[in-house]
């Protein structure tokens, strides 16, 4: 996969005098694929690089609930910077694209949806082990 395949979604904002609500939903094309497993991060310290690996199976929904961050995504060619700060919207992340997330404000709590299940297996945790799989991907 390439860095062409990672994409901001905008989830529905329902606003009433209650406040306001985000749907994520599998069914009506909102969201990309059958949730798995959830998890978030939050009291990330100043200066932390969270992530900073590839997943062979697995592909991500990344939301700022609160607070800002930065993922910077890679493909082994190029790579990109998405700034995370509004809670309606999302990055989505397919398989084997290096993704690092940083610069995490204060506030930060970072909600992340898998498609799978975790595996320690499916993880590539070193960043030339990943260009060498890319590359024999390619081969």
């Given at each position: 996969?390439?860095?062409?395949?990672?994409?901001?979604?905008?989830?529905?904002?329902?606003?009433?005098m209650?406040?306001?609500?985000?749907?994520?939903?599998?069914?009506g094309?909102?969201?990309?694929?059958?949730?798995?497993?959830?998890?978030?991060?939050?009291?990330?310290?100043?200066?932390?690089v969270?992530?900073a690996?590839?997943?062979?199976?697995?592909?991500?929904?990344?939301?700022?609930?609160?607070?800002?961050?930065?993922?910077?995504?890679?493909?082994?060619?190029?790579?990109?910077?998405?700034?995370?700060?509004?809670?309606?919207?999302?990055l989505?992340?397919?398989?084997?694209?290096?993704?690092?997330?940083?610069?995490?404000?204060e506030?930060?709590?970072?909600l992340?949806?898998?498609?799978?299940?975790y595996?320690?297996?499916?993880?590539?945790?070193?960043?030339?082990?990943?260009?060498?799989?890319?590359?024999?991907?390619e081969?």
């Amino acid at each position: 996969m390439n860095i062409d395949g990672v994409k901001l979604l905008n989830f529905s904002n329902i606003e009433d005098m209650l406040g306001k609500q985000i749907e994520l939903s599998e069914e009506g094309g909102k969201f990309p694929f059958k949730i798995r497993r959830i998890f978030y991060s939050y009291a990330t310290e100043k200066g932390t690089v969270r992530g900073a690996h590839a997943n062979r199976e697995s592909e991500f929904v990344l939301i700022s609930v609160s607070g800002t961050l930065k993922v910077r995504v890679d493909d082994g060619k190029r790579e990109k910077v998405y700034d995370l700060e509004n809670p309606s919207m999302g990055l989505y992340i397919p398989r084997m694209v290096w993704k690092e997330m940083y610069d995490f404000s204060e506030d930060s709590v970072l909600l992340v949806t898998s498609s799978e299940p975790y595996d320690v297996n499916e993880y590539i945790r070193n960043y030339d082990d990943f260009l060498m799989e890319i590359k024999n991907r390619e081969n």
